[in-house]
């Protein structure tokens, strides 16, 4: 490589950090992004946290949230992690500046090994970079989720370096390194939907060998290669892999274990609403391309002035308390009407980049062209999900894995990475392939700005009538003078955004053509669309991600705040979000003091705020509750039987069984904290066992019956009582002695043998039960506790927390990094020697020339 061209690349890096810094400039002023999913993981991992704080030792288990849980989807580490310390020097900038350094830098790798040219690719790195749904996911706090999706076009790269660069050794070295970092951001979804993108590249290679159009050797080397590449990059990530592999398979993604009407018991996955609750409307799609098309988010700052104006409007014109009632339920966001429950904002790639993605599919080489439309096509297809049932029902029943992952909207992120990229590959081969006509790019150019423009002056013209402005339930509950009102304000926020797309694709379209005509040079031609682009996704970006998600520090690393003083109001100023915050802090001060006062291990039912929708609770305590998507399927399962009709009778039941020693009623302003006196304990004997033949009638027991005397056990688990013998002891005692999140420690005295009930959620893999230090086997009760056959006498019973699959994943994680090592440094030794060969080899030949 030339050395200007490093010097550029170099300053192209560079260039990317201060764009980061511009963006996200607050922190420059020791401020912190307040992400609201973060803020909710600061409260489920406190446990965690604090147990590798004390102990300086990891656990994979913690009490926290949903009577307890597996941690490794609340950020557990995994020792012997070698690829995460790789993960964790790239990402040596604060917070979101890493990330959008990431999502820059990564392309820019893509764009100089598809176009092999600075200016291209650095082109093509804004483009991608500043991809508006990449702003919105971070202000959300789905940082797992970008940070995945950072590392899809240098992985992207290191493949296209093998299939068309030919690259073995450079393309191998770069495939595993960045299939490992992206594994190990450990989004499995948004990897899941990348290589659904890829197999058409796969098939593309495959098609052009059958055709001759490459060789049949060099298509099975480089397959060879990258599968090599592919399972030392998972290799690496054999313990976060394996362990989520099996936690999985107990949670909410894994196989029902009820049966009734909407669901059949062993069916894997999720029900099929779940799954496709956020499907992107057919025409939605188009928000590509304008971002209001649709509306926004659901809650745009536009949103606020309509809202005053609508409560203006229903006083001045409701009729009767019914049509009240029907507005409040048909209006659930003034500012957005798709056919999504609702949105944080559009998935906007930028008119230019829309435009020129269009360009490129007409003049990029065909090796790119028809993988990438194949792959945009049928993501574009899959992210409809309800609105393309056919589709979806056949992804859902047939294609592997595909059930585990809801949101189908979220698979967009393929057309995010691959627009860009045919962008850039039809804009060069535009400005630099001799091969193609000028009276042939010049038709492709007018024909295509004729269209765009043509399309939206339709909408312009008549947008209320193919866009409507309202969604269905809208109509069906709105009276006229609300949906006239909504239809013209919604109107106006569409038009805005589809005019300034006309402009900048008639500008980008204006000077294309001038430097067809060479009445511009190429580069200023590449910085003037570079510029318009910058600044339409700069602005609009700005809605959703801007100065006002950064926040003091205070609030960013102590987001459960216990007092509301001037100190803080004054801080808090008219943020929404932290105004949210401080509301809690009556509760988080009911909650500290109860932790303060009882020290022993216990769980908190807390209605104050919405129990499963929190941590609040899980941040001074173990909870009842929590917050996150991949709960265990019992747990799940006892919420939707019980907590959603909130039985006066049978919820206060289950509470007893979960050890549910104080509950917090009232509201966020005034809570009451309630010691509850019934509550079964943290283990307790039972002489009494009624079997019953199905998981439902197992979670219809438990609510019915005294759980401190008599234990629901499957027929299937009967077995377990052979040769063993119950009898009550009035007298007998179980008590809590040592408390981690991992190792539990009890004493028991008994005269008759017993079973003893744990108030500890039953998980299959890892757990072990020790009497006097002799493992035992033990037996789930009352639908998911564990339960286990306890002699007479005294005894130590101890539970620890040691999956066997963390050790294995180790060894087969540094056993993978270490051959890659090897690996790596081998072909760099054989780059190095080739390169040397062909020094030798020009240094002879000059000598003969001479």
């Known amino acids: 490589m030339k050395k200007n061209n490093l010097i550029y690349i170099a ?35 406190r446990e965690l946290l604090d147990h590798r704080a004390q102990y300086g030792q990891e656990t994979y288990w913690s009490d926290s949230m949903f009577g307890g849980m597996p941690t490794y989807q609340m950020g557990s580490q995994f020792r012997g992690d070698l690829i995460k310390q790789v993960d964790n020097l790239l990402n040596f900038l604060p917070k979101p500046v890493n990330y959008l350094f990431l999502l820059f830098s990564g392309f820019f790798l893509l764009g100089l090994v598809a176009v ?123 313990q976060r892999i394996m362990a989520n592999a099996e936690y999985v398979t107990e949670t909410v993604r894994g196989k029902q274990i009820l049966t009734h009407e909407s669901q059949t018991s062993d069916k894997s996955g999720m029900e099929k609403q779940s799954i496709l609750m956020w499907s992107y409307g057919k025409l939605e799609t188009l928000n590509l391309f304008i971002p209001r098309l649709m509306g926004g988010g659901s809650s745009e700052k536009e949103g606020g002035p309509m809202m005053e104006n609508i409560q203006q409007l229903v006083q001045e014109n409701a009729r009767s308390q019914a049509e009240v009632d029907n507005i409040v339920r048909g209006l659930s966001s003034p500012t957005y009407w798709g056919e999504q429950p609702g949105t944080s904002g559009p998935a906007y790639q930028g ?54 992952f809801r949101a189908p909207s979220s698979i967009l992120v393929v057309v995010e990475l691959l627009f860009p990229m045919i962008a850039i590959l039809g804009l060069y081969r535009f400005f630099k392939d001799q091969t193609l006509d000028e009276a042939y790019k010049q038709k492709i150019l007018t024909s295509v700005t004729a269209v765009f423009t043509a399309v939206i002056l339709l909408l ?29 304000e919604r109107y106006g926020m569409f038009r805005d955004d589809a005019i300034k797309a006309l402009i900048y694709v008639l500008i980008c379209a204006a000077v294309l053509f001038l430097g067809l005509k060479k009445k511009l040079g190429q580069n200023v031609v590449l910085i003037i669309i570079g510029m318009v682009s910058i600044f339409d996704l700069w602005t609009v970006n700005q809605r959703y991600l801007n100065d006002g998600n950064f926040v003091d520090a205070i609030f960013a690393e102590e987001p459960f705040q216990t007092e509301v003083t001037d100190i803080l109001i004054d801080k808090v100023g008219d943020n929404r979000e932290l105004q949210s915050l401080l509301m809690h802090a009556h509760v988080n001060k009911t909650l500290e003091t109860i932790a303060e006062k009882d020290k022993g291990h216990y769980r908190i039912y807390n209605q104050a705020i919405s129990p499963f929708n929190e941590t609040n609770t899980s941040y001074f305590k173990s909870s009842v509750g929590g917050y996150h998507a991949v709960k265990l399927r019992r747990y799940d399962d006892l919420i939707g039987h019980y907590f959603s009709n909130l039985d006066t009778v049978k919820v206060p039941r289950i509470l007893n069984m979960l050890n549910t020693k104080y509950m917090i009623f009232g509201d966020e302003q005034q809570p009451e904290a309630v010691p509850n006196p019934y509550a079964n304990g943290n283990a307790w004997f039972v002489s009494d066992v009624k079997f019953v033949n199905t ?58 043998p017993q079973l003893a009930v744990f108030s500890e959620i039953y998980y299959p893999h890892g757990w072990k039960i020790l009497i006097d230090e002799k493992e035992v086997p033990y037996i789930k009760a009352n639908y998911l506790l564990r339960a286990v056959h306890i002699p007479a006498g005294e005894h130590t019973v101890r539970m620890v927390f040691e999956p066997e699959v963390i050790a294995r994943g180790k060894i087969i994680s540094m056993i993978a990094f270490g051959l890659f090592l090897a690996l790596t440094l081998g072909g760099i030794w054989k780059l190095y020697e080739r390169r040397n060969s062909d020094a030798d080899s020009r240094v002879h030949q000059d000598k003969v020339d001479a």
């Not at 607050?26 to 973060?38: E, M, N, R, T, Y």
């Not at 992206?182 to 989004?187: L, M, P, S």
Request: with cysteine.
């Open 11 to 45: 300053g192209c890096l560079l260039l990317f950090i201060i764009i980061g810094f511009l963006y996200a400039n607050p922190v420059l002023s020791g401020k912190q992004l307040f992400q609201h999913d973060i803020v909710q993981y600061k409260g489920g991992a």
């Open 116 to 238: 092999r040219n600075w200016k291209y690719a650095l082109l093509g790195a804004t483009f991608f970079g500043l991809s508006t749904y990449f702003y919105i996911i971070i202000a959300a706090g789905h940082n797992g989720k970008v940070h995945t999706i950072a590392y899809f076009a240098p992985l992207l790269a290191g493949i296209l370096l093998v299939y068309i660069r030919k690259k073995y050794i450079t393309g191998f070295i770069v495939t595993t390194l960045f299939m490992g970092l992206q594994v190990a951001a450990n989004h499995p979804q948004m990897s899941y939907y990348l290589f659904i993108g890829l197999g058409f590249l796969f098939l593309s290679e495959l098609v052009r060998a059958v055709l001759g159009k490459t060789d049949w050797k060099h298509f099975g080397i480089a397959s060879g290669t990258l599968a090599l590449a592919f399972v030392l990059g998972v290799g690496m990530n054999s």
């Open 351 to 404: 008119a230019i980049v829309i435009f020129l993605a269009v360009l490129g599919f007409f003049f990029a080489h065909k090796k790119y062209r028809y993988w990438i439309l194949g792959a945009s096509v049928l993501t574009i297809m899959l992210a409809w999900g309800s609105n393309l049932m056919f589709l979806s029902d056949l992804f859902i029943d047939f294609v592997p894995f595909y059930n585990k």
């Open 460 to 488: 312009l013209v008549f947008g209320k009538s193919i866009l409507g402005f309202y969604n269905a339930t809208e109509k069906a509950y709105l009276p006229p003078y609300l949906l006239d009102y909504l239809a013209d």
């Open 695 to 752: 998981p439902n009638e197992e979670i219809d027991q438990i609510g019915i019956i005294d759980t401190k005397k008599t234990a629901v056990i499957a027929a299937a688990d009967k077995k377990y009582f052979d040769g063993k013998t119950l009898a009550a002891d009035s007298t007998a005692t179980l008590k809590l002695t040592d408390y981690k999140a991992d190792a539990l420690e009890f004493r028991t005295q008994s005269k008759t």
